[in-house]
Nanobody, 126 residues
Framework: VELVESGGGSVQSGGSLTLSCVAS????????MAWFRQGPGNEREGVAG???????NYADSVKGRFTISLENDKKTVYLHMNISRPEDTAMYYC?????????????????????WGQGTQVTVSS
């Protein structure tokens, strides 16, 4: 199983950015996917997650600003971000749990996921 993130970069506060994560090498129907981030000096935190039924969950810090979505036929999950906070600066990682359909807070738990991408950096400038 491989996850490849892309779309990171430098963005001004007030701007927007969309991250992509392409998953390959797995089969099966049930799964959960999520975006996590790790800022300088911080632990990795769950930002947004979804399952194959389309249920989603967001961290309070990004509700109303970030949107997670999925193109199932392309096995690609997106994170559309309206950037407005310095703490949005972080390395963003995509996580996948195959055969594991999670809901609610469990979508944002790091222990849910066992496949990870290499990350894509987002830097917010004022």
């Amino acid at each position: 199983v491989e996850l490849v993130e892309s779309g990171g970069g430098s963005v001004q506060s007030g701007g927007s950015l969309t991250l992509s994560c392409v998953a390959s090498g797995y089969k099966g129907v049930g799964y959960s996917m999520a975006w996590f981030r790790q800022g300088p000096g911080n632990e990795r935190e769950g930002v947004a997650g979804l399952n194959n039924y389309g249920a989603t969950n967001y961290a309070d810090s990004v509700k109303g600003r970030f949107t997670i979505s999925l193109e199932n036929d392309k096995k690609t999950v997106y994170l559309h971000m309206n950037i407005s906070r310095p703490e949005d600066t972080a390395m963003y990682y995509c996580g996948l749990a195959t055969g594991r359909v999670m809901w609610g807070p469990d979508l944002l738990r790091e222990s849910t996921y066992y496949y990870w991408g290499q990350g894509t950096q987002v830097t917010v400038s004022s």
